[in-house]
């Protein structure tokens, strides 16, 4: 058997008492797969580890879930179950699982997408860039009229800049955007970025 975690044994007995024969198949099921298969808690659930996340399983107050990090390259049959949650539903029995040798067979497959590199599909998908931001001319015109504000906001990275910018140009009313205008130049003058009161 892999390496076990104490905190996943302590997870599966707090674990409802419907869920703890489910959490045990699946634990029993990644680990036959290899010995070199591993455990970690993520997001307060047990995962299993492989050269990087394997697949993780959680108990909730009626079903289980259990779902694979690279789902969509493991488990290719959509009558498995549904993808919110994970790659097998709501699993309420034992029943609702695939035999132990199909969850291992799944789990060997996983291991060598790690193995190859392979990165996971939500990974892969590049990034659209946002479309560069223009300062409006009220905004601009209110920061040069406080020298302090305008400094501040100079020196402010791209991101924090776009949040305000956004933020005045979002406004549905004329009155709004006059108000968030002037709180703007006042949180910039005082070194705050958009989100401060958020700790952002």
């Known amino acids: 058997m892999g390496k076990k975690d104490p905190h996943?044994?302590?997870y599966i007995a707090k674990?409802?008492?419907?869920?703890?024969p489910i959490l045990t198949y699946i634990r029993e099921a990644a680990h036959s797969a290899s010995p070199d298969?591993?455990?970690?808690?993520?997001?307060?659930?047990?995962?299993?580890?492989?050269?990087?996340?394997?697949?993780?399983?959680?108990?909730?107050k009626a079903h289980c879930a259990f779902g694979f990090w690279k789902g969509k390259l493991v488990v290719d049959d959509p009558g498995e179950g549904t993808e919110a949650m994970?790659?097998?539903?709501?699993?309420?029995?034992?029943?609702?699982l695939p035999p132990k040798k199909v969850l291992s067979g799944y789990v060997k497959k996983a291991m060598k997408?790690?193995?190859?590199?392979?990165?996971s599909p939500m990974q892969s998908k590049p990034k659209t860039p946002k479309p560069p931001f223009v300062v409006p001319r009220d905004l601009a015109a209110a920061l040069k009229a406080n020298k302090k504000?305008?400094?501040?906001?100079?020196?402010?990275?791209?991101?924090?800049?776009?949040?305000?910018?956004?933020?005045?140009?979002?406004?549905?009313?004329?009155a709004t955007r006059t108000k968030r205008l002037a709180t703007a130049v006042e949180w910039i003058a005082e070194?705050?970025?958009?989100?401060?009161?958020y700790g952002a």
């Open 149 to 174: 504000a305008l400094a501040t906001f100079g020196g402010f990275p791209p991101s924090a800049q776009r949040e305000y910018v956004e933020w005045i140009t979002e406004a549905k009313t004329d």
């Open 15 to 20: 674990a409802a008492p419907f869920a703890q």
């Open 86 to 96: 994970g790659q097998f539903g709501r699993i309420a029995t034992v029943k609702d």
């Open 8 to 10: 996943v044994d302590a």
């Open 37 to 60: 298969i591993g455990e970690d808690m993520k997001w307060s659930h047990p995962h299993f580890v492989y050269k990087g996340m394997i697949a993780g399983m959680a108990a909730f």
């Open 113 to 119: 997408l790690n193995d190859e590199g392979v990165p």
């Open 191 to 197: 070194g705050k970025r958009r989100m401060w009161k």
